[in-house]
């Protein structure tokens, strides 16, 4: 995708030195257009949990190349294998809910233990690293290329007239590298000519949607509204919203979907207005192991700061102001899970298939094993 008419990927290797993993710092976004240069295994992990980078895709491709800066960064008198552990464990504990940070690390460590010498293991944990951003990136466009039908025949029964749709947090290409899970139909439409619209829910606390999804949709031309979070409903139920389309972090094999906080309840307004509420994500934020998400899935609970503070621009300078009492506690869950019973739809990279263990198992066969029931 592009800024400033220049394509970018959010995380790549610095080109003249590969020991240096960049990314674009989105803490500071729109405002400020920041490139980090990540150089420690440290550095990556509070990339990681201080939401430098977020998004499930992009998170996992961050801390796979945070895998390989830990071989690569390797002291020569230590052991290399328990070093590779303890570099996985301090990663994985960085975001508990994001499923792809999982996957990704433990692609790493099962390729690393297949070779032996610190030599190969540094080509191998680069090598890996590099499939699983170009891995990511394709699943991405291909979910593009399946959600754009939905769009099309919206746009075909709406006689060619704008379709609207609603999407929560940022699941652009920013969340991942490029493309983005529940933007890339939305992109293919536009780029197809299709007439869409996009209410984009600003996301409260961290703002995600008006910071960062407003900001890709003006970069690359998408017709769009930042709204405050409770509106969604209201439009809904004046015929207003033709479509929601969200992101995950973690949907179990059975259908249910983790995603941003409040993205549970869009899915009930979506319900009672008889709205398709369709999630988008590639196969590796699937959680094949887990069978009831509001019950197992783990939720994050972030720190009560991003609750009572907000982030802006004030003549011409990034500010946090306080919006709540200063003694008041707040409470800062990160995520919520929407039943399989609410979503229409799921999005992949192999097409879309009914929020249910048999759908899920429809597209991809081979992950669903006996063992996975209870």
């Known amino acids: 995708m592009k800024i400033n008419g220049k394509h970018y990927h959010t995380i790549w290797l610095k080109e003249d030195n590969p020991s240096i993993i960049q ?47 830990a071989v690569l960064l390797a002291p020569e008198n230590i052991d290399l294998e328990e070093h590779i552990v303890q570099a996985a464990e301090q990663l994985k504990a960085t975001r508990p809910t994001a499923v792809n940070l999982f996957w990704a690390i433990n692609k790493q460590v099962d ?45 075909a029964a709406k006689n060619g007239d704008v379709v609207n749709i609603l999407t929560h947090c940022n699941a652009g290409w920013m969340a991942c590298i490029d493309y983005g899970t529940a933007t890339a139909p939305i992109y ?41 979070d409770n509106v969604g409903g209201h439009l809904m139920q004046h015929d207003m919203v033709d479509m929601v389309i969200v992101g995950s972090d973690r949907t179990t094999y059975t259908g249910d979907v983790a995603n941003k906080i409040g993205t549970y309840l869009k899915a009930l307004a979506a319900k009672d207005n008889e709205i398709p509420f369709y999630a988008a994500l590639p196969s590796s934020t699937f ?24 982030q802006g621009l004030h003549e011409g300078k990034l500010m946090k102001v306080l919006l709540t009492p200063e003694e008041s506690p707040a409470t800062n869950y990160a995520f919520d899970v ?30 669903i094993k006996p063992s996975n029931a209870k």
């Open 338 to 367: 929407t039943p399989a019973h609410l979503v229409t739809g799921l999005i992949t990279e192999k097409g879309i298939c009914a929020a249910s263990e048999e759908g899920v198992k429809g597209l991809f066969p081979e992950k």
């Open 188 to 228: 293919a439409a536009h780029e197809k000519g299709i007439k869409v619209h996009v209410w984009v829910d600003e996301t409260r606390p961290r703002n995600q949607g008006a910071r960062i999804t407003a900001f890709e949709l003006k970069e690359q031309g998408v017709p769009h509204t930042v709204i405050p």
């Open 287 to 310: 959680d094949w192991t887990i069978r009831d998400g509001v019950k197992e899935i783990p939720i994050e609970n972030r720190g009560a700061e991003e609750v009572k503070y907000i």
């Open 111 to 155: 390729a690393l233990t297949k070779v032996t010498s610190r030599t190969e293991k540094i080509k191998v944990a680069l090598k890996t690293a590099d499939w699983i951003k170009a891995h990511e990136v394709e699943n991405c466009r291909l979910i593009g290329e399946e959600g754009v039908a939905i769009i099309e025949k919206l746009s």
């Open 23 to 69: 990314i674009i710092d989105q803490r500071s976004l729109p405002h400020e257009f920041t490139i980090e240069d990540l150089t420690t295994v440290d550095e990556v992990a509070v990339a990681i949990k201080d939401m430098h980078v977020r998004g499930a895709p992009l998170i996992g491709v961050t801390a796979a190349y945070g895998m390989y800066l």
